[in-house]
């Protein structure tokens, strides 16, 4: 049964504990399928996607030793490591889009929603160095990498070490709707 939108939000979750299962590429597909419809300004469509699963990779292991070593010690464990990247300017005329990033993002939680739909954690990574993020994807100038993802199968929390641990099955934490709406 495809679980409703209601189980997809709480079911998602940002995971450290991986499996090394690995992830089919029919899956990758889904899950771009879903980035592939978010809304973006002037349906510029700024995102686009470097998909890190080869373990024995130079541009991988360039990529995770961007990470804050904390972010990178449970991050390569992932199967899969993505880096969203935004193109700062338009295609077709001049200037700055100012909405890349927001956009980059929007399409990140469709992609991390079919996610957790298909059974899998995406954890997004926003502490790494962009420069040498960049640098080990090559990017051109006008591109900058939003977020790196960990993409897994979960694994047993009890993998993890303290306090990582108890971070993995603690409660997830919201602020009300009341503390970040007003009506009128
Ligand atoms: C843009 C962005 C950057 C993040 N950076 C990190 C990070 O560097 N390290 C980390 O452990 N989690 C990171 N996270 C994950 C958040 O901590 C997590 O989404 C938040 O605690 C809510 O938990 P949930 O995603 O399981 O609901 C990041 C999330 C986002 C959206």
Avoid: C
């Amino acid at each position: 049964m495809i679980p409703s939108l209601d189980q997809l939000l709480l079911q998602r979750r940002s995971l450290r504990s991986f499996s090394d299962h690995p992830i089919g590429r029919p899956a990758l597909l889904r899950m771009f399928e879903a980035a592939r419809w978010a809304a973006s300004a002037f349906n510029e469509q700024p995102w686009s996607y470097v998909v890190l699963d080869d373990p024995q990779s130079e541009v991988r292991s360039r990529v995770l030793d961007s990470m804050e070593p904390h972010n990178r010690s449970w991050a390569e464990k992932a199967p899969v490591i993505l880096a969203s990247v935004a193109q700062l300017g338009f295609r077709g005329r001049d200037g700055a889009n100012r909405h890349a990033h927001h956009d980059v993002g929007q399409a990140n939680a469709h992609l991390a929603l079919r996610a957790a739909e298909l059974g899998l954690t995406v954890h997004m990574i926003g502490g790494f160095k962009p420069q040498a993020a960049a640098e080990a994807l090559n990017l051109a100038s006008g591109f900058e990498v939003v977020a790196l993802m960990a993409v897994a199968y979960p694994g047993p929390a009890e993998a993890l070490p303290e306090p990582l641990r108890l971070r993995e099955t603690a409660p997830r934490v919201r602020r009300e709707i009341g503390e970040f709406v007003r009506f009128g």
